[in-house]
C-alpha cells in the first residue's frame, strides 16, 4: 500500500533527476498526473508557465489533463524544459462521471459511456485514472455507487487530490486499498501557483505507458494542499474564460440537441 509521506515540499528538495539519469533501482520521479492549462474552461495558465513552475519545484514527469481536450497538452509538451517529461492527458467527462487519460495523442470526445470512454483510450494505448472519485461538488464516478465495478478496468485512483475537501480523499484511498489498485496523490492544479503542491513519488522512469504501470506498485504519495486563496481563481477564470468563448467542450449530443433547438 502507498505510503503519505509528510517530507517537506519538493522546491524545498532541489530538482529530481530527469529521466534520462533513470539508472540503477535507487532511482525515483516525482510525477504529478493531475493539472491544467487555459486550454480548459476553469484555468487561466499558459501550457508554458505551467511546465517551467512544474521543472522548477522539481518534478521529473507531468500530465497535463485539460478538460475533454489535449491542445494544451501538446503545447506543453514542445515547451517542456530538460529534464521535465510531459504527458499528453486529458479530463474527460463521461457520461457516468469524470476519467483521467493518460499517454494518448487524439482527443477522446466527451459524453460517452465510463466503459466505452475507456475502451477508446485503450485503443490509443493509453492509461486510465479515476480523478476525485467521491467529491460531492464534481463530476465524480465513484458517487454512483455502481462504477464500483469498473475498478479492474482502471490503472489508479487519486487517493489524494489537493482540491478536494471533506472526507472524499480518505474514500478514494480506502477504495483503491480493497480493489487492489495504485492510489496516487495529485494536485489538480488550475494555476501555476498549484502546480506540484501534491504528487507521487515512485521508482524508476514512468515516461511511457508500461514504465508507469511498473512504477505504480511502489509508490509514495506527497500530500499538499492549494490555498484558499488560489481557489477563489477558479470561478474568475471560468467567468473570464466565458467571456472569451472558451466553455466546456460540448459532447456531440448536446450539439446535436442545440442544433434541433434552433
Known amino acids: 500500500m502507498a505510503a503519505l509521506s ?14 534520462a539519469d533513470a539508472t540503477g533501482p535507487r532511482f525515483r520521479s516525482f510525477i504529478d498526473l493531475h493539472c491544467h492549462t487555459r486550454f480548459s474552461f476553469d484555468s487561466l495558465a499558459s501550457p508554458r508557465s505551467i511546465v ?19 491542445e494544451g497538452a501538446l503545447e506543453a509538451r514542445d515547451e517542456a524544459p530538460e529534464g521535465l517529461v510531459v504527458i499528453v492527458g486529458e479530463e474527460i467527462r463521461t457520461a457516468d462521471g469524470d476519467l483521467i487519460a493518460a499517454f494518448i495523442e487524439r482527443a477522446i470526445e466527451p459524453g460517452m459511456s ?5 475502451a477508446a483510450v485503450r485503443e490509443q ?24 465495478s469498473l475498478a479492474p478496468l482502471v490503472d489508479w485512483v487519486e487517493a489524494y487530490n489537493a482540491r478536494l475537501l471533506g472526507g472524499g480523499n480518505q474514500q478514494a484511498a480506502d477504495f483503491a486499498a480493497a480493489n487492489g489498485l ?3 496523490a495529485v494536485s489538480d492544479a ?4 498549484e502546480v506540484g503542491v501534491a504528487y507521487t513519488a515512485l521508482p524508476g522512469d514512468p515516461s511511457t505507458p508500461a514504465g508507469l504501470l511498473a512504477a505504480l506498485s511502489g509508490i509514495e504519495l506527497i500530500p499538499g494542499r492549494a490555498s484558499v486563496v488560489v481557489r477563489v481563481l477558479t470561478p ?7 467571456a472569451r468563448g472558451n466553455g466546456r467542450v460540448a459532447r456531440p449530443r ?9
Open 6 to 19: 509528510g517530507d517537506p515540499p519538493i522546491a524545498h528538495r532541489g530538482p529530481g533527476r530527469s529521466s
Open 52 to 70: 517551467r513552475a512544474a521543472a522548477a519545484r522539481g518534478l521529473t514527469h507531468l500530465a497535463i489533463t485539460d478538460h475533454d481536450r489535449i
Open 114 to 118: 465510463a466503459t466505452e470512454t475507456i
Open 125 to 148: 494505448g493509453g492509461l486510465v485514472g479515476i480523478p476525485h472519485p467521491f467529491d460531492r461538488f464534481r463530476g465524480s464516478l465513484l458517487r454512483d455507487t455502481r462504477m464500483a
Open 182 to 184: 495504485p492510489g496516487i
Open 190 to 193: 488550475h494555476s501555476v501557483l
Open 236 to 242: 474568475v477564470a471560468k467567468v473570464i474564460q466565458r
Open 254 to 262: 448536446d450539439a446535436a440537441g442545440s442544433a434541433g433547438a434552433r
